[in-house]
């Protein structure tokens, strides 16, 4: 059965960066969640298996950028000039096994990570 494990979550200044890591293996497309408290989920990016895809939310976009590892089965969310407002719980999601369609529809996706903490506080 597929698992999907985030890593790379921390405290960060303002201004800095973090790479977020999703070990995640048998799935085509994954996506990239977050939550802040008191908010709905939001869809951050969604990644293709050959490490195309696309960026959904505008506020991060030009400073989050993914990439993939086929070999290693891992899927990069690289974070920079973080804000206090990119402060959540990032979650990597997969779609099933035969689906090739990137989507922000966090209900779509049917297997999730555990999620990993990215505060950006001074």
């Known amino acids: 059965q597929l698992q999907l494990v985030e890593s790379g979550g921390g405290l960060v200044q303002p201004g800095g960066s973090l790479r977020l890591s999703c070990a995640a293996s048998g799935t085509f497309v994954v996506g990239w969640f977050r939550q802040a408290p008191g908010k709905e989920r939001e869809a951050v990016a969604c990644?293709?298996?050959?490490?195309?895809?696309?960026v959904y939310a505008g506020s991060v976009k030009g400073r989050f950028t993914f990439s993939r590892d086929n070999a290693q089965n891992l899927v990069f969310l690289q974070m920079s000039d973080l804000k206090p407002e990119d402060t959540g719980v990032y979650y990597c999601?997969?779609?099933?096994?035969?689906?090739?369609?990137?989507?922000?529809?966090?209900?779509?996706?049917?297997?999730w990570g555990q999620g990993t903490q990215v505060t950006v506080s001074s």
């Open positions: 999601a997969a779609r099933p096994a035969r689906v090739t369609v990137c989507t922000s529809s966090y209900r779509q996706y049917n297997t």
């Open positions: 990644v293709f298996k050959e490490g195309g895809g696309t």
